[in-house]
């Protein structure tokens, strides 16, 4: 269930959850790692662009 958690981490600072699974989407699409695993949410997370 991390997409879940993921969607409902959305909610949180008040994005819609839709856009967030597009980028999250994407993010598997361009690197093959699933954000929905704290081991690859961890390689995206250090990945990330300043």
Do not use: F, K
Not at 5 to 12: E, G, I, K, N, T
Not at 44 to 49: H, I, K, T, V
């Amino acid at each position: 269930m991390p997409g879940r958690q993921l969607r409902a981490r959305a909610r949180v600072p008040g994005l819609h959850p839709n856009p967030v699974d597009c980028r999250l989407a994407r993010v598997t699409e361009l690197t093959g790692l699933d954000p929905g695993t704290p081991r690859d949410a961890a390689l995206a997370g250090s990945c990330q662009a300043n």
